[in-house]
């Protein structure tokens, strides 16, 4: 069943379980006024016959009778009947006979009146004292009248039922359809939506009501898988780049080679070149197996609590062994007062790595080779700075160099893959910290960084 149709079944179920309660309570309080009516009027009728007992002393069947049928509110099948103390039956209407038990006669002397009735016919009995003596007198009749109303008002209330549910199922159907339309309308734009548009957006209206923030939601995914698919697509391209260049120059360098017989200073000469590209190769798969590693599984379960500057200091030494031609200047620009305000929580080789990268990024994109280091620290993070006098990058391109692989135009002469700074930005962020870049083109590039810390 389709949510038109649930909705539409629903609605129609509150409706006729409103419907229903509301023509009950109309019967019932039809039912309820027409008794109380007709036992008032029951009660008009014993009531002049307990007076008229009282003003005439005598008084016969005939004349009972004759009151009874001339009564100013004249009842269908009305009989009236008189008993005296000992339950004996005294006077009565010539039209019939009430029969009254002896239980019956003490039950109404008890309550002083009392209702009852057997089948169509209605009754009701009056205790009445007169001349020190108790008498009981009983009124009954049938109220056509009223329960032919009651009769009519159920047929109708019955058929209204009737149709006012089926004009409830259409408007029903016509409702859920109408509030639905916003759903259908956006499923069938999705379905207009394939790997080949993921350009393409739904229509989000004015945004105001929640279907208009669910195609907000919906665009907001779609720009997310857009770029997803972006950047895979860019991701293989300059992977298979940076792949096919080494192994180009290689498979030439083989074929060049093998054309002819060298001596051998030539055979060495191309082998240490082949060695040299295997590293690069070697290089390259290290920083994608990282990354892939980086997203297949949880680090945190290395993670331990150590001192953030011995892992900045072993980065600085690491970075000045590797190239001589490296000069890294650092300072403290504040210490905290306790010890335990410079530690950490996190996996300290993935910080080294992260630093290590940071500095050496820094020394090989400097034209002097100098990168200065400062260290900061405020109640919450440790604040690290890695600042060169380079080449410098782009504002447009500034936000593509956490992406692997992407290169800015002022650094594509210089050896690299572009792996270094995507790790260093996923460890970052597995530590829950964060990096910014600031850069000017030609002058130089600040990499900032935000350790949490104790």
Known sequence: MNIKSVL?????????????????????????FRENEFQERLRENAKLTARLLIEIDEINEDILGTISQNNLKP?????IAVYDENNKIILKTSEGFIDANENLLTKIRTR????YKKGEMEYLGLSYRYKKRNYIIICCAVDRFGLDNLYYLMLMLVIGFLLSMVVAGGVG??????????ISDIVDQTNLISVKNLSKRLDTGKGKDELEKLAITINTML?????SFQMQKGFLSNASHEFRTPLTVMKGQLEVTLSQERDLENYQMVLQSLLEEINNLSILSNGLLELAKLDSYDQRVNFKK??????????????????KSYRINFVFESLPKEEINLETYGNPLLLESAFT???LNGCKFSKNHIVNISMNFTKKYAEIIFEDKGVGIEYKEQKYIFEPFFRSKNTRNLPGHGIGLPLTSKIIALHNGKIFV???????TKMIVYIPIN
Do not use: H
């Open 8 to 32: 539409t079944f629903r609605f129609l179920v509150l409706f006729a379980c409103l419907l229903f309660g509301y023509s009950l309570f109309i019967y019932q309080f039809s039912y309820f």
């Open 306 to 323: 150590f001192r953030i500057d011995e892992i900045l200091m072993k980065s600085i030494s690491f970075a000045s062994k590797s190239d």
């Open 112 to 115: 002083k009146e009392f209702f």
């Open 173 to 182: 159907w016509l409702f859920s359809k109408q509030a639905l339309k916003p």
């Open 357 to 359: 990268n940071l500095i």
């Open 75 to 79: 009842l269908a099948d009305q009989k």
């Open 438 to 444: 600031d850069s000017t083109l030609n002058l130089g």
């Open 223 to 227: 720009k997310g898988l857009d770029e």
